[in-house]
């Protein structure tokens, strides 16, 4: 089973560097400065215990990677770019479109919807991975000898011979890899941790006590969106466990792990944002089920901001944060 990239960064670059390091046929797409830097150099790939650089097959699109029956396309764009890569896959699938399996290894739940619409084997990937692109062909993870969780099952539901290969194909290079008939339960589960994304981005404070007690908030609306919905969760203090297993991140190549993937986007300056996927996600639980969801809203809202105005990771402290939540709660 061939492998094929769409979206090398912080996670597809990870995913598709470890299993190619473990012998599997992986192709990277990719586009600007990191496509021609992935073509001239390779993808320099670094975690706390190495670096190594490894030449693979890198493209622009889809169409360049010459789509074949039997493959297994890792959709690891950022959730705001899934649809276009996605109709960009459908163009290019041609007569193998209902003979690719695409798996959506993304923060947030409505890629597999996206996908579901277009192609019939659609697999969800939960993502436990810290993994940073900053730099034009290189890509960091900050764990190590176990690089992350990566569990993967059917869209809605279930798993099969293609979930076990590649769940077995992820622990040979190194994750924690495990196929799951209920893949969604746990990614609805990752989604209460990524409301905070917003808050790390705007801020670069998820520590200290003000910062905590928002993030709790945000949490406290999603889980009472998720009772609304009839959203069932994975067991939490069971994933708990298994989270500790991978460990602490720790530096790489004597530099600590940055931020979120949204504090990634500030940085880059990429011009958008995920948090309609994320907090913009309880923002719509809400809707459809009459809960009140301000505190995601406001976040939602102040993470597109920033990120249409080109700020910087950072450039608003808690305090302002807290103070506007305070002033839409006395209106």
């Given amino acids: ?40 150099a390779g993808l320099e790939l670094r975690d706390p215990d190495s670096t190594v650089r490894l030449r693979l097959p890198a493209v622009a699109s889809p169409e360049e990677a010459g789509l074949r029956a039997g493959d297994c396309v890792i959709v690891a764009t950022k959730a705001q770019q899934c649809e276009a890569a996605l109709d960009a896959l459908r163009a ?38 810290a993994g940073t692109h900053l730099e034009p062909g290189v890509v960091e993870i900050a764990t190590a000898p176990l690089y992350g969780l990566l569990d993967v099952g059917r869209y809605p539901s279930g798993e099969d011979e293609t979930s076990r290969q590649l769940a077995a194909d992820l622990t040979a290079a190194g994750f924690d890899g495990r196929s799951r008939p209920a893949v969604m339960s746990l990614k609805y589960l990752k989604l209460l941790s990524n409301v905070a994304n917003a808050l790390d981005a705007a801020t670069g404070d998820l520590r200290s006590e003000r910062a905590r007690a928002i993030v709790a908030a945000a949490q406290d609306e999603a889980r009472a969106c998720y009772v609304a919905a009839g959203i069932e969760l994975a067991d939490e203090d069971e994933d708990a466990a298994r989270r500790r297993l991978r460990g602490h991140t720790r530096p790489v190549g004597g530099v600590t792990r940055h931020g979120s993937s949204s504090w990634q986007s500030l940085e880059r300056r990429t011009g958008d944002i995920e948090a309609d996927y994320l907090n913009g996600e309880i923002v719509l639980l809400g809707r459809l089920h009459g809960v009140a969801t301000p505190v995601n809203a406001f976040l939602q809202q102040t993470a597109n901001r920033l990120a249409r105005e080109g700020r910087p990771p950072g450039s608003l402290e808690v305090e302002e944060i807290e103070a506007a939540l305070g002033e839409l709660a006395g209106r």
């Fill in 92 to 129: 290019a699938a041609g007569s193998a479109v209902d003979l690719l399996s695409v798996v959506l290894a993304q923060n947030g739940v409505e890629g597999e919807r996206l996908a579901l619409r277009r192609f019939a084997r659609v697999y969800g990937m939960r993502v436990v991975l």
């Fill in 1 to 40: 089973m061939r492998y094929v990239i769409l979206g090398a960064g912080a996670i597809g670059g990870s995913i598709g560097g470890k299993l190619a390091a473990a012998g599997k046929d992986v192709t990277l797409v990719a586009r600007g400065a990191h496509l021609e830097a992935l073509q001239q």
